[in-house]
């Protein structure tokens, strides 16, 4: 069920949680923060809260990750994929 923004912060609280790349984890087991520079070689990021991350296994980050990747980016803009099928 998915909570209406006026419930627990909204808006509020969803600019303000730690975006995180699952698709980038670093050595040490944390994660680069969400988006890419302008040139970067770095491939396509697929961000969540560090919350939801932190949550899922190793098998669902790779499953969001190769469809987020699937998608592409056609025309620019990011293309929205969902993180749990």
């Not at 600019?15 to 040139?39: H, L, M, T």
């Not at 990750?65 to 099928?85: L, S, W």
Request: hydrophobic residues 25%.
């Amino acid at each position: 069920m998915r909570k209406n923004f006026a419930e627990g912060g909204g808006l509020r609280k969803w600019v303000a949680e730690k975006w995180v790349d699952i698709g980038a984890p670093k050595k040490n087991g944390k994660y680069q923060p969400c988006g890419r520079s302008k040139g970067s070689k770095r491939k396509y990021p697929k961000c969540v809260p560090l919350a939801k991350a932190t949550r899922m296994s190793s098998s669902q980050k790779a499953s969001a990750v190769k469809r987020k990747r699937a998608a592409g980016n056609p025309g620019g803009k990011p293309t929205n994929v969902k993180t749990f099928t």
